[in-house]
Nanobody, 113 residues
Framework: QVRLVESGGGLVQAGGSLRLSCAAS????????IGWYRQAPGKEREFVAI???????NYADSVKGRFTISRDNAKNTVDLQMNSLQPEDTAVYYC???????WGQGTQVTVSS
């Protein structure tokens, strides 16, 4: 059974940083791309960042230059370092394999102005 467990969210002031982590289990991790997505109140879930099996990453324009995705294939984890956070980054953040229909419970990020 595929399991994705996100952690590291919290409340931070604008301009601050947070590091999210996702622990994956139940399926081979190191051969699959995995990404971060977010859903703000009243909005659709949206793509944030993705990293492929060899570490190549892509980002949404809204986070490019502020967020960094990384993975540890030995630990089956994918992290999202978020810097220069803004109130519009407030959302529940999820990790997901783009090729599979499984979601974790998410982790709440709240950025105060």
């Amino acid at each position: 059974q595929v399991r994705l467990v996100e952690s590291g969210g919290g409340l931070v002031q604008a301009g601050g940083s947070l590091r999210l982590s996702c622990a994956a289990s139940g399926i081979t991790f190191n051969t699959r791309a995995i990404g971060w997505y977010r859903q703000a109140p009243g909005k659709e879930r949206e793509f944030v960042a993705i990293i492929n099996s060899v570490g190549s990453a892509n980002y949404a324009d809204s986070v490019k230059g502020r967020f960094t995705i990384s993975r540890d294939n030995a630990k089956n984890t994918v992290d999202l370092q978020m810097n220069s956070l803004q109130p519009e980054d407030t959302a529940v953040y999820y990790c997901k394999y783009p090729s599979l229909p499984y979601w974790g419970q998410g982790t709440q990020v709240t950025v105060s102005s």
